[in-house]
């Protein structure tokens, strides 16, 4: 079946320093695939997404461009900043009803 | 604003109690999903609903009933619950899938859910 995996964390970085958090997929035909993100005591909101091959997802300063060819998704930002200390979700678009599946999540912790 | 709420932001029952998670939305979004998060495992999904009275099962739905009797209100139900259900549960929900498009699924804030 369809499954998400992402590099595991979490992930420490400085401030300013640049960020890359890995996602491969596996799935059959062209799913949409998703960035969501997870704050300190909230629920899941969408980052970014990409519904076909070579598309560009971006939003706040985070990037993620559809590889078909490697299956994957990745996570970047150029330069990060302790607000986005997080957890951070790659997932992709199932076949039916909108149904998502989700990666493992990564913990990122950004230090000033 | 697109609102989802859960009824409680932490609970702690006994084993063997009989548990409501309440779930509602305010945008008229005919999908919506229970999900479960545990760490290292990401997001599970328990069950989900298209419609008013349907449901469908998801990935893991042992142990768990859900009630969708009004389009903005969805129940997930821990008939007995056991301490592996110790766990954040996380209702969300989207418009239908349109096409080929995706239609971005909205999070509340989650329950975490304690059973001793």
């Known amino acids: 079946g369809d499954s998400v995996t992402q590099m595991e964390g979490p992930v420490t970085l400085s401030e300013e320093a640049f960020l890359t958090i890995n996602c491969t997929y596996t799935?059959?035909?062209?799913?949409?695939l998703f960035w969501y993100v997870q704050y300190p005591g909230e629920g899941l909101q969408l980052l970014l997404k990409?519904?076909?091959?070579?598309d560009k997802g971006s939003n706040k300063g985070f990037e993620a461009t559809y590889r078909k060819e490697t299956t994957s998704f990745h996570l970047e930002k150029g330069s990060v900043q302790v607000s986005d200390s997080a957890v951070y979700f790659c997932?992709?678009?199932?076949?039916?009803?909108?149904?998502?599946?989700f990666g493992a999540g990564t913990i990122l912790r950004v230090k000033s | 604003d697109v609102k989802v709420t859960q009824s409680s932001r932490y609970l702690v029952k006994r084993t063997g109690e009989k548990v409501f998670l309440e779930c509602v939305q305010d945008?008229?979004?005919?999908?919506m999903f229970w999900y479960r998060q545990d760490p290292g495992l990401g997001l599970r999904l328990i069950y989900f609903?298209?419609?008013?009275?349907?449901?469908e099962k998801g990935d893991i739905p042992e142990g768990y009933s859900v009630s969708r009797e009004k389009k903005e209100r969805f129940s997930l139900i821990l008939e007995s619950a056991s301490t592996n259900q110790t766990s954040m549960y996380l209702c969300?929900?989207?418009?239908?899938?349109?096409?080929?498009?995706?239609?971005?699924?909205?999070f509340g804030p989650g329950t975490r859910l304690t059973v001793l």
């Open positions: 969300a929900s989207s418009f239908p899938q349109t096409g080929s498009s995706y239609n971005e699924q909205f």
């Open positions: 799935a059959t035909g062209y799913p949409s």
């Open positions: 990409a519904t076909k091959a070579d």
């Open positions: 997932a992709l678009g199932g076949k039916y009803g909108n149904k998502l599946v």
């Open positions: 945008m008229d979004h005919e999908n």
């Open positions: 609903s298209y419609d008013v009275k349907m449901k």
